[in-house]
C-alpha cells in the first residue's frame, strides 16, 4: 500500500482544506441547541452520563488545544501569540457584556413587567454584571432576577464561563512555548496529558487533588488537542481507529460518570480525524461559531420572555437559532473580523531594537 493512503495526521493536514471551520461552527450550533432547548423546557439532551452540550464543549477544547498550539509555534513570537488570542476572543466578549447589559436586560425587564431602568440598581444589577465579569471570569449569570420563568431561571448568559478557561490554557501554552516544550520538548506535554488522564480516573472515585473539576476537565481536553499536534508526525489517521474510538466513546458515556476516564484520548482522536477526514471542508467566509456561542443564550431568554416557549419545543429551538445565526453575523461583520484586522499591527510585528543588532 503506498504510503499516500496510510498518512499521518501531520501528512493529511492541509491548512487550506480542512473541517475545522465546519466542525466548530457544528459545536457551536450543538451547544445553542441544547441551552435553547433547556431555556424553553427546563430539560436538555442527555448522552449517557454526560449531557450533549458538555461533550460539544469538550470538542472545542481538543480542536482550540490543536489550533492555538499550532498558532503560537507558527507565529513565534509571545507578544503576537498573546495579541491575536486577545483579539479573538475579548472583544467579542465586551461587546456582548455591554450589549446584554445595556440592551438585553432592560428589554427583558419591560417584557416581564418591570422598568426597563430597574435592571440598573440594586443587587445583581446590570452595571454590577459589566464590572464583575469583565475579565473574562464570570462571577454574576444572571441580572436583577430577570428570566426568573425559564428554564435557566436568573441566568442572561450561561455559555460564556467557558471563556475563562479557554484563556487559562492559552496561558498554559504561551507558558510551554516559552519553556520551550513545545518545540524541544514535546515529551513532556505528553506527559502532562497523561497525570491529568490519572487525575480525571481518579477523579471518578472523588479523589481531586486539583480542586477544580472544570478546570481538570477542559486543562484535559485542550492538551490532548495540544499534543495532537506536536504528536501528528506520529498519529495515523484510520478510518478503523476512528470507529474504535467511537465505540469507546460510547461505552464510557453509558457505563461511567465521566466517560474522560476511559475515552478521553479517544474522544481527542475522533474529532482529529474528522478535522482531514470529513468529506465537506467549506472555507466559511463569515465565522459565525463564535457569535452563535456567544450569542445564543440571551436570545433564547429574550424569545422565551415574548412568549415563543408555547409552541413545541422543536420550533422555538430554530427560531432561537435563525436569530441567533443573524446576530452572531452582525458581530463577525461589525466585531470580530474589525478587531482581527489588526493581528498584524506594527507594534506587534516589528522586531525590538536590541534584537536586530
Not at 43 to 48: A, L
Not at 242 to 268: C, E, K, M, N, Q
Request: contains cysteine; aromatic residues 10%.
Amino acid at each position: 500500500m503506498h504510503r499516500r493512503d496510510r498518512p499521518t495526521l501531520a501528512e493529511a493536514f492541509d491548512p487550506r482544506s480542512n473541517a475545522l471551520d465546519l466542525l466548530r461552527l457544528a459545536l457551536a450550533t450543538t451547544v445553542a441547541v441544547v441551552h435553547t432547548a433547556l431555556i424553553g423546557t427546563g430539560h436538555q439532551p442527555q448522552t449517557g452520563s454526560t449531557d450533549l452540550g458538555s461533550l460539544a464543549v469538550d470538542a472545542f477544547f481538543v480542536l482550540s488545544g490543536f489550533l492555538v498550539t499550532r498558532s503560537y509555534l507558527r507565529l513565534g513570537s509571545l507578544r503576537r501569540f498573546v495579541w491575536h488570542r486577545a483579539l479573538r476572543i475579548l472583544p467579542g466578549f465586551w461587546v456582548s457584556l455591554l450589549l446584554t447589559a445595556g440592551v438585553v436586560a432592560p428589554l427583558l425587564a419591560v417584557l416581564e413587567g418591570r422598568s426597563a431602568t430597574s435592571v440598573f440598581t440594586g443587587p445583581d444589577s446590570a452595571l454590577d454584571y459589566l464590572t464583575r465579569n469583565a475579565l473574562l471570569h464570570v462571577e454574576q449569570f444572571g441580572i436583577s432576577g430577570l428570566g426568573a420563568g425559564s428554564g435557566a431561571p436568573d441566568v442572561v448568559n450561561g455559555s460564556l464561563w467557558t471563556l475563562f478557561y479557554e484563556a487559562c490554557c492559552y496561558v498554559l501554552v504561551a507558558a510551554l512555548g516559552v519553556l520551550g516544550v513545545l518545540r524541544r520538548r514535546r515529551w513532556l506535554v505528553l506527559a502532562l496529558v497523561v497525570a491529568l488522564w490519572v487525575l480525571t480516573i481518579a477523579a471518578t472515585a472523588g479523589f481531586n487533588p486539583l480542586g477544580s473539576t472544570l478546570m481538570l476537565r477542559l486543562s484535559f481536553v485542550f492538551l490532548l488537542g495540544a499534543a495532537g499536534h506536536l504528536f501528528a508526525d506520529r498519529i495515523p489517521v484510520r478510518g478503523w481507529l476512528a470507529a474504535l474510538s467511537l465505540v469507546l466513546v460510547v461505552v464510557g458515556l453509558v457505563v461511567l460518570p465521566d466517560y474522560r476516564a476511559l475515552a478521553g484520548p479517544a474522544f481527542a482522536y475522533l474529532f482529529l480525524w474528522a478535522v482531514v477526514r470529513c468529506p465537506w471542508r467549506p472555507r466559511l467566509r463569515t465565522d459565525l461559531s463564535y457569535g452563535t456561542y456567544v450569542w445564543h443564550w440571551p436570545t433564547a431568554q429574550v424569545l422565551f420572555a415574548l412568549g415563543a416557549s408555547a409552541v413545541t419545543v422543536v420550533p422555538f429551538v430554530l427560531l432561537g437559532l435563525a436569530l441567533t445565526a443573524a446576530i452572531a453575523a452582525a458581530s463577525w461583520t461589525f466585531v470580530e473580523r474589525p478587531a482581527l484586522s489588526w493581528k498584524n499591527a506594527t507594534w506587534v510585528t516589528r522586531t525590538p531594537r536590541r534584537l536586530r543588532r
